[in-house]
């Protein structure tokens, strides 16, 4: 059981790391780029790579069963 529960709280820090990490560098790079008609569709693939990391250990669940 503990290490069952060792394993859960390592898995659960990578994740947070992960979307902390992949917000702050998105962020950078939101700030790097100029206003155009291109930085709405960069914004867009931002957005759906934040909610792949967020979504990751669902579908990671959903995969195990």
Known sequence: HN???RRMMEQLFTWVKDVFLIIISL???QILIPDSNM???LKFIFSLMILTVILEPIINLIDMK
């Open 3 to 5: 290490e069952d529960r």
């Open 27 to 29: 962020t950078f790079f």
């Open 39 to 41: 930085a709405k569709y």
